[in-house]
């Protein structure tokens, strides 16, 4: 799906402007045990500028600005942003004026797309309105409830994790990288969220599956993995698939193999592509949403 020329040429200008407003400065070595190589983001720096935040080496200020993190998670354009924006203020729009969403978007001191630019009276950071508006279509749409329980695959520095807290009450038991746990817990602290940060174990109540791209960059052995400890035990599940682009580059599994070896796992899985959790760069990637939720079925 090809993006509106005007769209283009902004996220083209936001593109340049963010390579020289980010911070170059690359995370320190990591000292001890380098994290296995399991995922496409573990390659990079990313491990390590989350190790650096967890350790108190860096200090979560401009933490969202730092290349090595704005590679991995802080990667949507203003076309996007306008997109989730139009979305919240159609059925939630008293979230975009929440002092704790503030406090949630405002967290690393990320670049913000201007106002106008998005259409919303000020400016955001284009991938926390993608966490907001996930969170709430999430409810919305009847794969979580108020107060109930997510595991995440792929937490990132846990803004999905906090706008599930902040909007419904949700707890989440974030699943990463070790490093990357402990970062995204101390982000939920330093939001005064820390009693929704679940460990990374089973929930004993029905849960939520949340995995936002993360789980189709995993190679096929721990996507198995994943399988048998999380997703067949899973009440209802969300995967944003980007198989598209890295089940050739990782030798990984297609969206259609990945939704049978759920269906052989008792996982009723299917593959939808919904325009509300969908943004222009997933429809122009061919990214999917494999879903299911066994009190539908």
Same mark, same amino acid.
């Given at each position: ?128 309105? &993608? +966490? !907001?508006? %996930? *969170?709430?279509?999430? @409810? ?88 048998? &400890? +999380? !997703?067949? %035990? *899973?009440?209802?599940? @969300?995967?944003?698939s980007n198989a598209r682009v890295f089940s050739g580059r990782i030798g990984g599994r297609s969206d259609e193999q990945l939704v049978g070896i759920l269906q052989a796992a008792g996982v009723p899985a299917e593959i939808g592509r919904n325009p509300a959790i969908l943004g222009p760069a997933d429809r122009s990637c061919g990214v999917s949403l ?8």
């Open positions: 799906m090809k993006r509106p020329l005007a769209h283009r040429i902004i996220d083209r200008i936001w593109s340049e402007a963010g390579d020289r407003l980010q911070d170059p400065v690359r995370p320190p070595e990591a000292s001890g045990d380098p994290s296995e190589v399991s995922s496409v983001s573990s390659t990079m720096e990313w491990p390590r500028a989350c190790a650096a935040l967890a350790a108190g080496t860096w200090t979560s200020h401009g933490f969202r600005r730092r290349k090595s993190v704005r590679q991995v998670v802080e990667t949507l354009a203003p076309s996007d942003g306008r997109h989730f924006a139009k979305w919240i203020a159609s059925h939630h729009p008293e979230f975009l004026n929440d002092p704790r969403v503030r406090a949630a978007n405002d967290w690393g001191d990320p670049i913000q797309a201007p106002s106008r630019v998005l259409g919303t009276t000020r400016a955001w950071s284009p991938t926390s309105l &993608r +966490y !907001l508006a %996930h *969170a709430l279509w999430l @409810v919305d749409s009847g794969f979580i409830h108020a107060g109930g329980t997510a595991v995440e695959i792929g937490v990132g520095f846990g803004g999905l994790s906090a706008m599930l807290a902040i909007c419904h009450g949700v707890s989440t038991a974030m699943v990463d990288l070790q490093e990357v746990e402990r970062a995204a817990a101390l982000q939920m602290a330093e939001l005064e969220l820390a009693a929704h940060a679940k460990p990374n174990k089973l929930p004993e109540a029905d849960f939520c599956l949340i995995s936002n791209y993360a789980f189709t960059e995993l190679p096929s052995e721990l996507q198995d993995a994943y399988i048998d &400890r +999380y !997703l067949r %035990h *899973a009440q209802s599940g @969300v995967i944003l494999i879903h299911w939720n066994h009190a539908h079925s």
